[in-house]
């Protein structure tokens, strides 16, 4: 009885143990979603990911944060080379950093991870949300979530404020860190060679050398 009571024992231990392989399913099912993109490193290994998984993403580059227009505009350039290289489309929305400028009025001293990237991560999501409902996507997800200098709690609350503006469009609060995508990521960044930014974006995140 004691042997038998060991087997079952050992053979609950290995299948506790028994790493799960890392699967996705977007909500709904969905084969289609709407990535917001910050930039290509960000975006590197959830784009690889999603295409994986048989669901493929609109690239939405809308970012009118980044300062300046020049570091825009690299960082655009690279988001186009990645998607180009897979075959898949991506959307170039406006860059209006003044109007950006005045929607965080107030909040130019607070630090990182603070309400002054709550409310940029709510300007940028709400626009992306806007998108999806005007031209069928009904999923939405962003790569912020992959940096881990990024909040993760701040970027679900935008998401899911941007997304209660459109009741056809859903929030999809991935943790796009997991499932070996942070290692990939470097893989990636690696192999394409990408520009790798050294600050968040804004004129307020960039720290003297
Ligand atoms: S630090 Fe980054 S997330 Fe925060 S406000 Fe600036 S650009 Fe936006």
């Known amino acids: 009885m004691s042997v038998i009571l060991e087997l079952l024992q050992r053979y609950f231990f290995y299948f506790c143990n028994v790493k799960k392989p890392f699967e996705i399913i977007a909500p709904g099912g969905v084969t289609k979603v709407l990535l917001h993109t910050c930039c290509a490193p960000c975006s590197s290994a959830i784009v690889e990911c999603l295409v994986k998984h048989g669901i493929t993403p609109t ?11 020049e570091e825009y505009d690299i960082r655009k350039n690279e988001c186009s080379r990645y998607a180009q290289s897979l075959g898949l489309e991506i959307v170039d929305a406006d860059y209006d950093h003044e109007r950006w400028l005045l929607e965080m009025e107030g909040l130019e001293q607070e630090p990182e991870r603070g309400p002054r990237c709550l409310k940029c991560f709510k300007h940028r999501l709400l626009k992306t949300a806007e998108y999806a409902h005007d031209n069928g996507f009904s999923v939405i997800t ?51 060679g990408f520009y790798n930014q050294q600050y968040c974006g804004c004129e307020f995140s960039i720290r003297p050398r």
């Open 59 to 69: 690239i939405y580059y809308f970012n009118p944060n980044i300062y300046p227009r």
């Open 142 to 192: 962003t790569t912020l979530a992959s940096s881990r200098w990024k909040s993760l709690e701040q970027i679900e609350e935008a998401g899911l404020y941007a997304a209660s503006q459109y009741p056809d469009v859903t929030f999809w609060a991935q943790n796009w860190r997991k499932g070996g995508l942070s290692e990939r990521r470097i893989q990636i960044i690696k192999e394409y």
